[in-house]
């Protein structure tokens, strides 16, 4: 049997880089323990209301943030502040699949599109590398608001 497992993204700022992703990646920041929340409820101001009702300081209530699949399907991706700069190229990245079963130059559009997309929220783009076939379909390389490398694929 697979294992399932979460990703763990060092962060500056937790809640902004979990946002960026939720919307990336159409995820959801999951409520408080215990906590319901009504339909349409802000989960973040949940967890605020949260943190500070069990006595954690302010200045640490940045220090960690989740985001989930709300179809219970993908990993959970868990951020955690760190206070050292990211020095080098990460050596693990996210492969977002933002064109299934599309090929050529649908392909390539459907990954322009959601390129521009996420520059939007705050990603850049680095670069884009054509389709080799049958090798390589195409992608494009971007990073994520605190320098995090992942491709659109």
């Known amino acids: 049997m697979s294992r399932q497992f979460q990703v763990t993204f060092d962060a500056h700022d937790p809640r902004a880089l979990s946002s960026f992703w939720r919307d990336a990646l159409k995820y959801v920041h999951p409520g408080p323990p215990g906590v319901e929340l009504p339909e349409g409820a ?3 101001a949940a967890w ?3 943190l500070a009702r069990i006595g954690v300081p302010e200045e640490q209530r940045n ?3 989740a985001i989930e699949d709300p179809e219970g399907r993908g990993p959970r991706v868990f951020f955690q502040r760190v206070p050292e700069d990211k020095v080098a190229k990460n050596r693990v990245h996210l492969d977002v699949r933002a064109a299934p079963g599309l090929q050529g130059e649908e392909r390539m559009a459907a990954l322009e599109a959601e390129c521009d997309r ?4 705050g990603a850049k783009r680095v670069r884009r590398f054509e389709p080799v076939p049958p090798m390589s379909a195409g992608h494009i390389v971007m990073t994520d608001p605190e320098g995090n490398e992942f491709c659109l694929d």
């Open 42 to 44: 802000d989960p973040l």
């Open 48 to 50: 605020d209301e949260f």
């Open 63 to 65: 220090t960690r943030s």
């Open 118 to 121: 996420l520059v939007g929220l």
